[in-house]
């Protein structure tokens, strides 16, 4: 294991020499100043509101909450992205450039490679998915002169332990597919569980058992979506009354809490991806 530093030194070297980071900082920079633009006009905008229509609403809680919501939703995006960059060619990529074969002869070994690239890939993705969350936060107490979400530490921990999750998939989908088909396949698999907490919303609206069920379902196939879920409903855990009820109104307002097993499975997740990404490893040819 003394050359997993060695390995994470190395997949950070060629992240850098790909220029993953600088795509990903543009992309960070554009979100950020569309965001803080965005926020500081909304929240004009609903302050310039008022009559009978919003009594006993608070407009800030409705509108630093929806905002905060489509911000976190961008983090975790802009996350995924970053998770996907650095691992989707780990494995199969490598291998086809020439790169894997010297390494997992000797000293590094496999399972060592293996965890070298994961360490350094969650590493990077969740001080990255903290410090836009923490941006994003700030922007938003600005401009709604100190509107704070109800829970501060939760969601931004669910956004980091979500993109980790993405970037076990990732890792262990370089194993088995090239580059281009892992990262097209990583995406959809995202996609999958933005549209499985959509579904959650619609049957909420409907009152569908069915597609509550599925909801659910898939949320925990693909718990990345159930930590992002809880983090959204975190932020206005406290809120009650109308104003809760004119949240719930809006396009985040079906989150859903998970319960205390989210995390505990969260874990076992992570490792089941784990011990599937070394036994497929050994098994292949390089």
Do not use: H
């Amino acid at each position: 294991m003394r050359a997993v530093p060695v390995v994470i030194a190395y997949s950070l070297r060629e992240s850098l020499r790909r220029k993953v980071f600088v795509v990903v900082l543009l992309l960070t920079i554009a979100f950020l100043g569309l965001y803080w633009l965005g926020v500081v006009r909304a929240f004009e905008e609903a302050r310039g509101l008022g009559g009978p229509a919003t009594e006993g609403v608070d407009l800030d809680v409705v509108v630093g909450s929806t905002l905060f919501g489509l911000s976190m939703f961008a983090t975790l995006f802009l996350g995924a992205v970053l998770a996907v960059f650095l691992t989707l060619g780990a494995v199969r990529g490598d291998a086809e450039l020439g790169l894997l074969q010297p390494l997992v002869v000797r000293p590094v070994g496999r399972a060592a490679l293996l965890l070298g690239r994961f360490v350094g890939a969650a590493a990077v993705c969740t001080v990255y998915v903290l410090a836009v969350y923490t941006a994003a936060l700030l922007i938003t107490r600005a401009a709604g002169d100190g509107y704070l979400p109800d829970r501060i530490v939760t969601p931004g921990l669910g956004l980091a332990a979500a993109v980790t999750i993405i970037a076990a998939m990732s890792l262990l989908g370089s194993v088995f597919l090239a580059s281009t088909a892992n990262g097209i396949a990583i995406f959809m698999i995202f996609g999958a569980g933005l549209v499985s907490g959509l579904l959650g919303q619609i049957g909420e609206a409907l009152q569908s058992e069915t597609l509550e069920s599925v909801a659910r379902f898939t949320s925990w196939v693909l718990p990345f979506e159930a930590l992002y879920q809880a983090g959204l409903a975190a932020i206005t855990a406290d809120t009650l009354g109308f104003t809760r009820f004119a949240v719930r109104l809006g396009p985040f307002g079906g989150a859903q809490e998970a319960g205390p097993l989210l995390w505990p499975w969260a874990l076992v997740y992570l490792c089941l991806l784990g011990t599937a990404a070394v036994v497929g490893f050994a098994r292949r040819d390089l």
